[in-house]
């Protein structure tokens, strides 16, 4: 077995989980993810945990919506929840045969059996939970790797000292904390926020895996001044370039983009919230150089910021509504990032570096 | 998808477990056996149910017993029955890809895990619940066969008419019933057992698919007479062949084997209930029409009967007490099986055919 699959295994359980004797540990696996979910098991195991693991696969959520009908879909899975119940420690192996097999699923009927579901959804939440990717041939041809190349990308944002990255995380966080308000500046860059009571949230991979931002969400209506974001971004199927965004009292008011401008005006037109920022934030995994189009991996990218139209996070006391959560990246290394009086960031430094 | 499969997945769903709707369905499944799970998935989600999956595999379960203690091993998989309480039926699809995994584990951490989740097996057992094969490279290996004719040789025993079977195996049970006792008599063959009391169980695909026996548990010290099996049969990794037994009073007094009778002694000599019958049998699945080894398939092949030294089934009434049971088939296409007055069986036909 790769030895980097080993200390991958260590991460999650002893970083992200945090497993000890007499957890109840539910894995979560593809066979695609196999030899991942066989090295957390042996390093639980280690730990004096117990395993149950859950087969996913696209093919087999396909062949349940092909087979049920509604009634059926708005039913909770009763013994899905019983085994969530018992658990300590629920672990997502990310690692899909064909990232297409649900693209013809009527999507009222996806979110009908994520609503039916809710309760499991968010009894896993009440767990130590974390959710990561294992490396396989399917999403190294979506990224437009090798495999070879796509375990490289996956250990090198995954294989840190997050001891050390979360202790950075931490002092970002509270010193922006401290401070009233927020501001993006760079080319064709000058956003502004103000924050005040708002919780900006360390995200050292307890939860993500990789991970690697600090993230609040802005008070709604006192986002002012434009963005441009230079990273593409993946949208209804489409890759979305060189977004222009302009905010008056919190509103985008005017937008455009040089590549697919109808799908980012699709998702401005959602709803109300969808005009609003719903996360500013700051990515700080240096160990993910480039964009695979996998927001997972590249709202995390070292050296940039993020800022999501939409949905608000209730962790971060967020109040902005939205059917949509949209995250748009931007490369900060001629940038500053400003919090009150402090510079928090300039042109590839932390204020500590 | 092969047709077959989809057809296997509508026997163990409409036949072996009767789902309907609103039933919760536990799925264990292997990477080998992902087709059959999605089969069965859908099928099952025709009628109603929900379906959860759990992902078995020998390499996952070796993890396990290279990382745990002795301690972990005896705690139960809280978290599995929770899920196995919920439930309402269990459906296990056998395809392993190394049936080798756990062959260099101590047997007695092996046995410690199976009594600290007893109280899961347990419930099981009280479910509607069926175990079946999906034919995959590793069993057809090991049934020295190509994958082909292994699938040929699965579908052949398993995808028959199980109702019209059924019939004719609760024929068979009321007839023995009827009688006091019970005789096989055919080439170096006379054995005699007394049967008062005891239950004939028609094993008719409700719990494993294939199946096609009937069998009870003969009153133990009422076993006379001599007996030649001409079937071989795998016992601690050897194949044993030609063996044969003589009874007095219920307990073998002489025995024999063409091949590896070392591993017949030992068998006997286990313990005093291994030198008695608990199990006397009779194969009516006319789809196997040949040995592979596997017990599960021999000891239905069609036109035999077979008897098993040691633990009798408390299901038939038995009481004879072992930590082993090992089944010994004989081709009966010259034989008779004789009940009372009543000549059940002769020579390739039931009294009804």
């Not at 509604?70 to 009763?78: A, P």
Request: glycine share 8%; proline share 3%.
């Amino acid at each position: 077995m790769d030895p980097r699959v080993e200390e991958h295994a260590r991460i999650l359980v002893e970083w992200s989980t945090e497993i000890k004797r007499n957890d109840m540990v539910v894995i979560r696996a593809t066979p695609e993810s196999h030899d991942l979910a066989v090295a957390v098991a042996k390093k639980a195991s280690e730990k004096g945990a117990k395993i149950m693991t859950i087969f996913q696969s696209e093919e087999l959520d396909r062949a349940i919506f092909d087979g049920a009908d509604d009634e059926t879909l708005q039913k909770m899975s009763e013994h899905y929840l019983g085994a969530v119940e018992k658990a300590d420690v629920f672990i997502g192996l990310s690692a899909p045969m064909n990232t297409k097999a649900l693209a013809n699923v009527d999507p009222k009927r996806l979110v009908m059996t994520q609503k039916a579901n809710k309760p499991i959804s968010d009894r896993i939440l009440d767990k130590r939970w974390c959710g990561t990717v294992h490396p396989c041939k399917t999403l190294a041809q979506q990224a437009g790797m090798s495999l070879n190349e796509y375990q490289d990308f996956v250990y090198g944002a995954t294989l840190t000292d997050w001891e050390e990255e979360s202790k950075n995380m931490y002092l970002i966080k509270e010193h922006l904390e401290s401070h009233n308000d927020i501001r993006f500046v760079g080319p064709a860059t000058d956003l502004y926020a103000k924050t005040e009571g708002r919780i900006w949230i360390a995200s050292d991979g307890k939860h993500n895996m990789p991970s690697g931002e600090v993230f609040t969400a802005p008070i709604e209506d006192t986002v002012e001044g434009s963005i441009f974001f230079d990273i593409p971004f993946m949208q209804m199927g489409k890759v979305v370039e060189g977004v222009r965004l302009e905010f008056e009292k919190g509103e985008v008011v005017e937008y455009s983009a040089d590549k697919n401008e109808q799908v980012l005006k699709a998702i401005l037109e959602t709803d109300e919230g969808a005009k609003h920022l719903g996360e500013m934030a700051i990515g700080t995994n240096r160990g993910i150089k480039d964009y695979t189009l996998n927001m997972l991996f590249d709202e995390k990218i070292g050296d940039t910021i993020h800022c999501a139209l939409g949905r608000a996070y209730k962790d971060c006391n967020g109040t902005n509504e939205s059917a949509v959560h949209v995250d748009m990246i931007k490369t900060m290394i001629e940038g500053e990032i400003i919090a009150g009086d402090e510079v928090i960031y300039s042109k590839g430094k932390f204020f500590f570096e």
